[in-house]
């Protein structure tokens, strides 16, 4: 190894191996930040999971709600379904109801007897149980605070607010970081070394191998799994809007205040999100655009070398 040697890729003549030993933590630095950036979009996709699993559970046509209504309607109606007697209906909401009844009667307790009313009673009672402590509840983790899940669209689209910002800043610091790597790389002709480097370390990017054409190599996995949470804020606030009727018949001033604030975080989720996968695209950008320089450096020094060597060992 020389003591002074220039740099492959231009710069300033120096110590070789000192380049190379900065460049290795300067890649390192930058790598964390990358780190950081993915644990944040793993803590925003759990989020999202729990959000949205807790709004898909008390959905009308949910698995628990629909056993509990079924079960209801045959204790109601278990003498008529006993003895084979369809009552009157004059509300086909109600006549369909107890259509569902008979065939869970047939089906699921055949002889209708003392025993199958009581157990079907205990069932209910159970499921009623379940559906105030863990449907209709929400409880959030560590602190203990107990909310009403017709505030779930609020308290979610805080959640990932805050958490949409984090990665923004988290994703603005990743870029920023291997700007810097690359603009020192660059000087001390270690651009390959650092490039190579950082995109092994890469996990949800898409940079450009050496032998490729620097053409766009967006990340869309990182693009999807940035977008993913912002679905779970739009059901939510689907089924926040479908169910403000049914709201307004228990609190209305309440129900009135939940929708305002519910709007109001869901485009704050969107905004941020926005944000999230603009800074992303810059940096697929700013992986072009250092590939491209390469295939350009790399081209300039087939003439004098047949074969470059990342590291400049002699």
């Not at 204790?75 to 006993?82: I, V």
């Not at 053409?215 to 912002?230: Q, T």
Request: proline fraction near 3%; hydrophobic fraction near 45%; aromatic fraction near 8%.
């Amino acid at each position: 190894m020389n003591g002074g040697t220039t740099p492959r890729f231009g710069g300033k003549i120096g110590n070789s191996e000192n380049y190379t030993e900065l460049a290795l933590k300067y890649v390192e630095s930058a790598a964390d930040a990358a780190g950081r950036s993915r644990l944040i979009l793993l803590a925003l996709l759990v989020a999202s999971v729990v959000t949205f699993l807790a709004s898909w559970n008390i959905r009308d046509e949910a698995w628990i709600r629909s056993r509990l209504e079924v079960e209801e309607d045959v204790l109601r109606w278990w003498h008529n379904l006993k003895l084979n007697q369809t009552p009157v209906f004059t509300d086909p909401r109600r006549e369909a109801r107890y259509t569902q009844a008979r065939l869970y009667f047939t089906q699921r307790l055949g002889g209708g007897d003392a025993v199958d009313s009581a157990r079907v009673d205990e069932e209910v009672h159970m499921l009623q149980q379940v559906r105030v402590e863990d449907l209709i509840t929400l409880r959030m983790p560590f602190v203990g605070v107990v909310v009403d899940l017709n505030d779930l669209t609020f308290v979610s689209g805080v959640s990932f607010t805050a958490m949409l910002i984090w990665l923004s800043f988290s994703l603005s610091t990743e870029r920023r970081n291997l700007l810097f790597v690359f603009s020192k790389a660059a000087e001390w002709g270690k651009l390959g070394l650092c490039d190579d480097l950082l995109m092994m370390r890469q996990v949800m990017s898409r940079p450009p191998q050496a032998d490729e054409s620097p053409s766009m190599h967006l990340s869309w996995r990182r693009l999807g799994l940035i977008f993913l949470p912002l679905g779970v804020p739009i059901w939510v606030m689907y089924h926040h809007a479908q169910s403000y009727e049914a709201a307004l018949s228990i609190n209305q001033a309440a129900a009135r205040t939940g929708i305002m604030l519910a709007i109001a975080v869901t485009v704050g989720v969107v905004l941020t999100t926005v944000r999230c996968v603009y800074v992303s695209l810059k940096t697929d950008l700013e992986w072009e655009a250092r590939a491209r320089q390469l295939v350009r450096l790399r081209s300039e020094t087939r003439a004098t070398a047949t074969e470059i060597d990342l590291f400049d060992r002699e």
